[in-house]
């Protein structure tokens, strides 16, 4: 008798969290991209990113443990790591001995709200002689790997099923979208979410999980800033083996809903400009508006097949969302049409036209959240 190779098919035990594997390309200025299993549904990713990185918000500064008048001239190499510091000033209000001392760069406020250094641990000596004077400057430590902002670690992201970009919004993009939704990530870390946490208190919240059983492909491709030492990408995902499905004159049937996320960019005169190109085949569950700077536009107004269904300054807008929980301050403009998480509220329209009211010209980025049935 001939004994089978194909694999016992797992049980359901609840959702399971693996380590991410088999993650390459990662490197300063490179693509990292990995291979997914397509043999589960996912909820979610979560990614860490850390390396040096000195030098992204500024030049470093270099600081002497105990302060005198002697000053420092610190060189970032072109790949975040001190390169060199040298004597900018000699004079020193210390006796003769030797000195130590950090180099730190300038204060950064990640999207997170977290203010932190995005290259850390560099670290010098330098002598004083007997008349007061610095002789010499010696380099110690060039900076040690810690956690890097996502929206400066990524310059792009992609979730490819089969071939077919599904996301392809900015790091920036997913962790504003987030916060939106009243999730802070950790320093470093960029969360993809499938199953939306926040819609943990309401019916078929799964809903939304990457059923990726029978499908072909799915890869994750992320471009790496240069300017980064050992750059380094690790992540775990949430998973099981269950499917999307419901039940149908009492046949269970399979689905897909795939919340796929794509970012549109439109130059906004000063005045009054419609936004007609957004698209609209499948039922639009969020929009996100983003400018080169928040408040040149003021009002906002939404049109479905000729119908105004939303109109308001940014600060009307922002009250109403916050009494549903929503922080909206971390995004230009939101416009949430499912507010109370039901994923039924999503917008369906043929003719869809966003009219803004701009004070001066801008450059808007809107994010479009769209409730898909496939992978394509």
């Known amino acids: 008798m001939a004994t089978s190779t194909t694999p016992p098919q797992p049980k359901n035990f ?103 250094r995005i290259g850390t641990g560099a670290t010098f000596s330098y002598v004083v002689n007997g008349a007061n004077t610095v002789t010499s400057v010696t380099l110690t430590g060039a900076g040690v790997v810690s956690a890097i902002p996502p929206e400066v670690f990524f310059t792009s992201q992609k979730h490819i099923v089969n071939g077919a970009v599904i996301r392809d919004i900015g790091a920036n993009r997913t962790i504003q979208i987030a916060m939106c939704n009243n999730y802070t990530p950790a320093d470093g870390e960029l969360p993809v979410f499938f199953t939306e946490p926040w819609r943990k208190i309401v019916d078929h919240d799964q809903a939304t999980a990457w059923d990726l059983i029978g499908q072909s492909t799915y890869q994750i491709i992320f471009g790496i800033a240069t300017g980064i030492t050992s750059p380094t990408l690790a992540g775990v995902y949430c998973f099981d083996y269950l499917r999307n499905s419901r039940m149908v004159g009492g046949e269970e049937v399979l689905f897909l809903r795939p919340i796929k996320q794509h970012e549109f960019s439109y130059n906004v005169p000063a005045g009054i400009f419609n936004v007609t190109s957004l698209p609209v085949d499948y039922p639009i569950q969020r929009m996100f508006l983003f400018e080169t700077g928040q408040g040149s536009i003021t009002y906002c107004e939404l049109y479905q097949d000729g119908n105004k269904i939303i109109e308001g300054t940014y600060l009307q807008n922002a009250q109403t969302l916050k009494q549903y929980g929503f922080v909206p301050t971390v995004v230009d403009f939101p416009i949430i049409f499912d507010k109370d998480q039901r994923l039924g509220e999503a917008l369906s329209v043929d003719n869809l036209v966003l009219r803004v009211t701009s004070n001066a010209s801008t450059t808007l980025g809107c994010v479009v959240e769209i409730q898909g049935d496939n992978y394509s």
Do not use: W
């Not at 909820?43 to 105990?66: D, R, W």
């Not at 008048?69 to 975040?80: D, I, K, L, M, P």
């Not at 390169?83 to 004079?91: D, E, G, L, Y």
């Open 14 to 116: 609840g959702a399971s969290t693996n380590l991410i594997t088999g993650i390459q390309g990662v490197s300063s200025g490179g693509q990292a991209s990995i291979n997914m299993n397509c043999g589960q549904r996912i909820h979610s990713e979560t990614f860490q990113c850390s390396g040096i990185a000195y030098g992204k918000n500024g030049t470093p500064v270099a600081t002497p443990l105990v302060a005198g008048t002697e000053t420092f001239t610190v060189v970032v190499s072109a790949n975040g790591q001190i390169a060199s510091i040298a004597i900018n000033n000699a004079a020193s209000a210390k006796g003769a001995g030797t000195y130590t001392g950090s180099i730190l760069d300038p204060l950064y406020t990640a999207l997170n709200g977290s203010s932190m």
